[in-house]
């Protein structure tokens, strides 16, 4: 359908910056929209190549994972991306990578701790770790979901990063901030102890913000 064209070139231009920008490698890594009722999600397919991947490769399914347009199988994931949809009327967009410093801390279970004032204001706060689910579940969306309260991106535990936007871009750009507060926190571990931003200029910076949390 042509109505879906527009979602689906967005989803691929996003989904190709994000590769270039080694956020995930081979076919790993998944990302979605949704149209403004929320009735359709045009999100990546399941093991097609960056390298080669087309906007008719984008697939478009509704909330219960019907296919609706497309030549492929969804990412085995969109469960995971419509519990999110679903329960965040907020969101239109998930982004999930396996961006590498991101995604040790994940593999640790460790949370990225607000180390940098702008981490409030683009991710909430400190990038949480959701409690391991098994991939392809809608439990894995619904352990997102808890650690995405009051936070736009989370670490998938022993798998990966999500970040969440009112728009792709707005995803994209929060799982690119989620990368790079994870690498410089990696790099800050071993240059000493890190210095975290006081609790004062959090609950100020909040407050600028309109932020209850």
Not at 116 to 128: D, H, K, N, Q, R
Request: aromatic share 6%; net charge negative; glycine share 8%.
């Amino acid at each position: 359908m042509d109505s879906f064209r527009a979602m689906k070139e967005r989803v691929l231009e996003i989904t190709l910056r994000a590769y270039s920008e080694k956020l995930f490698a081979g076919t790993s890594g998944n990302l979605s929209m949704c149209d403004e009722a929320k009735r359709f999600v045009a999100i990546t397919p399941s093991g097609i190549r960056y390298e080669t991947m087309k906007a008719d490769d984008i697939m478009v399914i509704d909330m219960g994972g019907t296919i609706v347009e497309g030549p492929h199988k969804p990412s085995s994931e969109w469960r995971m991306h419509t519990t999110i949809l679903k329960q965040r009327p907020d969101i239109r967009a998930v982004v999930h990578t396996h961006s590498p410093y991101a995604t040790s801390f994940a593999v640790a279970g460790i949370p990225v701790p607000p180390i940098l004032i702008e981490m409030i204001s683009f991710l909430g706060g400190e990038i949480p770790v959701a409690g391991f689910e098994l991939p392809g579940s809608a439990e894995l969306g619904a352990s997102a979901l808890r650690a995405l309260e009051h936070r736009h991106a989370c670490l998938l535990s022993s798998h990966g990063v999500i970040a969440v936007g009112e728009d792709i871009d707005q995803a994209f750009i929060r799982a690119e901030y989620a990368e790079d507060a994870a690498k410089i926190y990696s790099l800050s571990l071993q240059a000493g102890k890190p210095k975290l931003v006081p609790d004062e200029a959090i609950r100020a910076m909040k407050a600028k913000m309109g932020i209850s949390q």
